[in-house]
């Protein structure tokens, strides 16, 4: 139990340490590191806790560090839909630091989607398009798809 404790303490006073001046894109590694296919309960809330351990004042790309706190609870919305209200705080301030993020805005269009607010859904899509014009990776079925059973 006090290895247990030292270790947090530890990793604790490490992430605080990643100064104000820091760019969140340098040390982003550190502290998220998303994997593709199933990843435990505990994971997502160990990746939230380092992700709250930093001290974010006057760091950069703070846009990608919020997108990733919504990032980290989108994983949790299948366990619990009330954290969509999270998932579209964390994806509403990624958007105040850089408001052509274009996935904070698919993740805006598609949290709406599951909440049933057309209106919402297509003004995310349509910032969505004007932002990813001309892009080649874009994926129009899934555009389509979250348009579904909405008027525009």
């Not at 950069?60 to 839909?81: I, R």
């Not at 993740?107 to 607010?117: E, T």
């Amino acid at each position: 139990m006090e290895t247990l404790l030292l270790l947090v303490i530890s990793l604790s006073s490490s992430m605080v340490a990643i100064s104000q001046k820091s760019d969140y894109l340098k040390v982003r590694s550190k502290v998220y590191n998303p994997t593709c296919g199933t990843v435990s309960k505990e994971d997502i809330h160990g990746a939230i806790q380092r992700l709250h351990a930093l001290d974010t004042a006057g760091m950069k790309n703070l846009y990608a560090y919020y997108e990733d706190l919504g990032t980290s609870h989108w994983m949790l919305v299948n366990k619990n839909p009330a954290q969509l209200d999270t998932v579209i705080m964390y994806n509403l301030k990624a958007l105040s630091h850089k408001p052509n993020a274009t996935k904070a805005i698919w993740n805006m269009a598609f949290a709406y989607k599951l909440k049933d607010d057309c209106k919402k859904v297509v003004e995310y899509i349509n910032q969505y398009k004007e932002h990813t014009s001309g892009k080649d990776w874009v994926d129009h079925t899934q555009i389509n798809n979250l348009l579904a059973n909405c008027e525009p």
